[in-house]
């Protein structure tokens, strides 16, 4: 009964990711959704600022510390292992909702395309970035990632095993086609405002900083193979070869693969 209950936390989890993710779309693109990054009851210009980089460092302070090894080891003293991943998950989508319904918007344009044209190219990328995010989370273990593979291993009495390491597909041309669809679904608008700017120019902050500890983690787990791939393929950008680059040297923390 207790591994069906888990299964079931597991599963819910895993359903208001999907909200948070899909309302992530809407919210960015004044789309659909009943509340988007430009609409809502206004404040002014500093209490807005002050708000929204409240709910962005919430946002952010959370995904930081629940995704290091070093609360983790604590967090499963409390929260059993199989559900640690769906745990995660689940305080980073309720975040993101609590961020979504509490935006206050800044409706200054920082610049506007009328051009049909230009709008349809803003908005193919628009969609190409979202479809990126979702079409890198199944090269590298889709349901792994958002904690559905721990429950059902436990459901089914089966030993967890970590995903290997994944280095095809788009992941031969950048080591984080992931994190660049968000940054591309963020910026990619044809109407941009300074709620916008800020809430695009934070999330882009906040994964390249993020992306320093992940890389970390990656080659503590991976060691050589990681450090090796670090070398041939570029961050963010396809193509891009640097002369040099810097090497992140592996702390002494317990190997874990970190999937923030």
């Known amino acids: 009964m207790r591994k069906t209950f888990s299964f079931i936390y597991g599963v819910l989890c895993y359903l208001v990711f999907m909200l948070a993710f899909l309302y992530m779309i809407g919210f960015v693109s004044n789309l659909v959704v009943p509340k988007s990054i430009d609409t809502g009851s206004q404040s002014n210009l500093t209490q807005s600022l002050m ?7 919430l946002f952010a302070i959370q995904h930081t510390v629940m995704a290091r090894t070093s609360f983790k080891r604590w967090w499963t003293k409390i929260v059993p292992v199989h559900l640690e991943r769906s745990t995660f998950v689940l305080a980073a989508s309720l975040f993101l909702l609590l961020l979504y319904w509490q935006w206050r918007p800044i409706p200054d344009v920082i610049w506007s395309v009328d051009d049909p044209t230009w709008k349809a190219v803003l908005f193919g990328f628009f969609w190409l970035g979202w479809g990126t995010v979702l079409f890198s ?3 590298i273990n889709h349901f792994d990632l958002f904690g559905l593979r721990q ?6 009495n089966q030993d967890y095993q970590h995903v290997g390491f994944q280095s095809k597909s788009l992941y031969l041309y950048i080591r984080h086609p992931l994190m660049l669809g968000i940054i591309i679904g963020c910026w990619s608008t044809p109407h941009m405002t300074t709620g916008h700017l800020l809430f695009a120019s934070s999330i882009t902050a906040y994964i390249l900083i993020g992306i320093q500890f992940e ?3 990656l080659i503590n787990f991976l060691g ?3 450090e090796n791939y670090r070398q041939r393929v570029p961050m963010l950008i396809p193509f891009l070869k640097k002369r040099t680059r810097d090497k992140i040297k592996p702390s002494n923390q317990p190997k874990h693969v970190s999937k923030a």
Do not use: M, P
């Open 51 to 57: 708000v929204n980089l409240g709910l962005l460092g």
């Open 215 to 217: 890389e970390r983690t």
């Open 151 to 156: 429950v059902w291993f436990h459901l089914t």
């Open 224 to 226: 050589k193979d990681y």
């Open 137 to 139: 989370s199944f090269i």
